[in-house]
């Protein structure tokens, strides 16, 4: 078993303390020394947003306690590289020990083989098949993939120790929103005419920003929108969204931000942050309103040049638009809403958190507003 203190959410940078038990009825423990820390294979690694792997996923790579490369394994598991690939025989493509013979593991090359995997290559051993384009497997995951396919018959690089802190850092190419994996495994010594035996613990923790559309129960009048090639949710009053089974501990504040849009037809309306049900337990709200999406983009496009005062006033609360910058090819428009943030009050232990949408001025049938991300926050 391998613990830790928050088991929901990373935050990059964070430096995490960790500390893995085993006990085995036949072996004994970690803890009294009876099973070697040694024994125990401890990998900690980071997934980019595409695949959501989940333990079962893990288990299926059938792997023993010994290997470092398990979410590497799941990786090549979900793609198609098992149909022209297998680790020794070469089939319609090169075994992966035959790639591992032919390249050392540098970091340029680690790149550039992780590059033809996204972007497929032709004739490279000498054969006419080509190797399909991977487009919606990253960098990084095709990294991770290339160095198992690398460290085939080279050493085991050493496991962690049972007991330390590791950094939760994103690499940097990477927008962060994927998910870190904590898996310790163990293969005890059987017993009698039992074979040997592993067990592993896992756990899975998803980044803190999180896509309303992906939230486990999405009540009716919460709909999905989308505007050129943004995608988000618009929310009628009262309605609501959840995710299941969310640890709390060390969340402090909640950040909401909105969807930037083009007409000026949500009126704003108010969040708030319930435990276990709609009209569960209040622990913290914010109000999100047109102007940190809507009304002070209008004049960029010619939409509001003519405010009315009171449309004036309350877009000069907020800080004006880089229009340049708004325009630029490839600008992420989202950058420049927003948000709104509800302090949240101390929760410890998980709990299925509730998004509760409220405007009591408007009718039933409007949409509030284009909620477009939620962002745990530990500070």
């Given amino acids: 078993m391998i613990r830790r203190q928050e088991e929901t959410f990373f935050f990059d940078n964070a430096?995490?303390?960790?500390?893995?038990?085993?006990?085995?009825?036949?072996?004994?423990?970690?803890?009294?020394?009876?099973?070697?820390?040694?024994?125990?294979?401890?990998?900690?690694?980071?997934?980019?947003?595409?695949?959501?792997?989940?333990?079962?996923?893990?288990?299926?790579?059938?792997?023993?306690?010994?290997?470092?490369?398990?979410?590497?394994?799941?990786?090549?598991?979900?793609?198609?590289?098992?149909?022209?690939?297998?680790r020794d025989t070469k089939t319609v493509g090169p075994a992966f020990r035959m790639i591992a013979e032919r390249y050392d593991a540098s970091p340029q090359l680690i790149d550039t083989l992780a590059k033809r995997i996204i972007g497929g290559s032709h004739g490279v051993w000498g054969t006419d098949n080509n190797m399909p384009a991977h487009p919606s497997l990253s960098l990084h995951n095709a990294r991770t993939i290339v160095n198992y396919i690398l460290s085939i018959d080279r050493p085991v690089p050493a496991t962690r120790p049972v007991q330390g802190e590791f950094v939760e850092k994103v690499?940097?190419?990477?927008?962060?929103?994927?998910?870190?994996?904590?898996?310790?495994?163990?293969?005890?010594?059987?017993?009698?005419?039992l074979p040997s035996h592993t067990v592993d613990s896992v756990i899975i923790?998803?980044?803190?920003?999180?896509?309303?559309?992906?939230?486990?129960?999405?009540?009716?009048?919460?709909?999905?929108?989308?505007?050129?090639?943004?995608?988000?949710?618009?929310?009628?009053?009262?309605?609501?969204?959840?995710?299941?089974?969310?640890d709390l501990t060390g969340i402090r504040k909640i950040s909401f931000r909105p969807n930037w849009h083009l007409y000026d037809i949500y009126p704003g309306g108010k969040i708030e942050v319930r435990l276990g049900?709609?009209?569960?337990?209040?622990?913290?709200?914010?109000?999100?309103?047109?102007?940190?999406?809507?009304?002070?983009?209008?004049?960029?496009?010619?939409?509001?040049?003519?405010?009315?005062?009171?449309?004036?006033?309350?877009?000069?609360?907020?800080?004006?638009?880089?229009?340049?910058?708004?325009?630029?090819?490839?600008?992420?428009?989202?950058?420049?809403?927003?948000?709104?943030?509800?302090?949240?009050?101390?929760?410890k232990g998980k709990a299925d958190v509730y998004f509760v949408f409220k405007n009591d001025t408007v009718s039933s049938a409007e949409s509030l507003f284009p909620l477009a991300e939620i962002e745990m926050m530990n500070h």
């Fill in 205 to 246: 923790l998803r980044s803190p920003r999180l896509s309303p559309l992906e939230a486990g129960r999405i009540e009716q009048g919460a709909l999905r929108d989308q505007l050129d090639e943004y995608i988000f949710l618009t929310a009628k009053p009262n309605s609501f969204i959840a995710f299941e089974d969310v």
């Fill in 277 to 347: 049900s709609p009209d569960g337990t209040l622990i913290g709200s914010t109000v999100i309103e047109r102007e940190q999406f809507n009304t002070r983009y209008r004049g960029a496009f010619g939409g509001l040049s003519n405010m009315t005062p009171e449309q004036a006033r309350r877009a000069r609360r907020y800080p004006k638009i880089d229009e340049k910058k708004f325009f630029a090819p490839g600008s992420d428009k989202n950058s420049f809403t927003i948000p709104s943030v509800a302090e949240i009050r101390p929760t």
């Fill in 15 to 86: 430096r995490v303390k960790y500390k893995v038990s085993v006990s085995d009825k036949e072996d004994g423990t970690l803890a009294a020394g009876e099973i070697a820390p040694s024994a125990v294979a401890i990998s900690m690694d980071y997934v980019s947003q595409g695949l959501r792997l989940t333990p079962a996923l893990l288990h299926q790579a059938a792997l023993d306690s010994s290997t470092q490369f398990v979410v590497a394994q799941a990786l090549i598991n979900n793609n198609d590289c098992k149909t022209c690939h297998t």
């Fill in 171 to 193: 690499p940097g190419e990477d927008n962060g929103k994927g998910s870190f994996i904590i898996r310790a495994a163990y293969t005890d010594r059987g017993a009698g005419n």
